[in-house]
């Protein structure tokens, strides 16, 4: 009897995060592609192999005259001052996402999903997954984001169904 009160109370414990990992990953309603143009400071992210060692992480996206987005990510590897790191592509607005899906393409023809999940209203911060919470980024206009906005983030990720322990602050100057 005690193991299967036990069983039910740690399935009431688990239950939350089945339930928000289980759901379909909601991006923001629209996004305004001119407003979100320009550069961003990784603030934290899942560490990817493809970032490691990265420092001073930014991402530039402008738009192209032939209707997709230019993508520059730099980093500075293994330190602040370490060698600059640069790839560029191209995003690809999804058809009836209102611009919060995107396809990234750095290698033809791989493309990745690129879901805007988060997004301040003055677009000062911007969060970025993937539909299965393998990928995640907090970006924001600043090298730096005040603790109280990065709580609330994290809170709205967790209510997502992300991982928090998975996620690692990116060293940025400034």
């Known amino acids: 009897m005690e193991s299967k009160i036990s069983f039910i109370i740690f399935i009431f414990m688990i239950m939350p995060t089945l339930n928000a990992q289980s759901q379909t990953?909601?991006?923001?309603p629209y996004v305004d592609l001119q407003k979100y143009q320009g550069k961003w400071y990784e603030i934290a992210s899942y560490p990817q192999r493809f970032q490691k060692g990265c420092h001073c992480t930014t991402a530039e996206y402008?738009?192209?005259?032939?209707?997709?987005?230019i993508v520059e990510n730099k980093c500075n590897k293994d330190s602040v001052t370490g060698k600059l790191s640069y790839i560029k592509g191209k995003a690809f607005v999804v058809k009836n996402s209102g611009n919060a899906k995107l396809k990234v393409q750095f290698f033809w023809p791989f493309k990745g999903?690129?879901?805007?999940?988060?997004?301040?209203?003055?677009?000062?911060?911007?969060?970025?997954?993937?539909?299965?919470?393998?990928?995640?980024?907090?970006?924001?206009?600043?090298?730096?984001?005040t603790n109280a906005v990065y709580q609330q983030i994290i809170s709205r990720l967790k209510e997502k169904g992300f991982d928090l322990s998975k996620i690692q602050l990116t060293r940025q100057i400034g």
Request: no cysteine; aromatic share 16%.
């Open 113 to 145: 999903k690129y879901w805007i999940i988060d997004l301040a209203d003055d677009y000062s911060y911007a969060v970025v997954s993937h539909p299965n919470r393998k990928y995640l980024w907090i970006l924001s206009r600043t090298p730096k984001m």
């Open 25 to 28: 990953l909601q991006t923001v």
């Open 62 to 69: 402008t738009l192209s005259s032939e209707g997709f987005v």
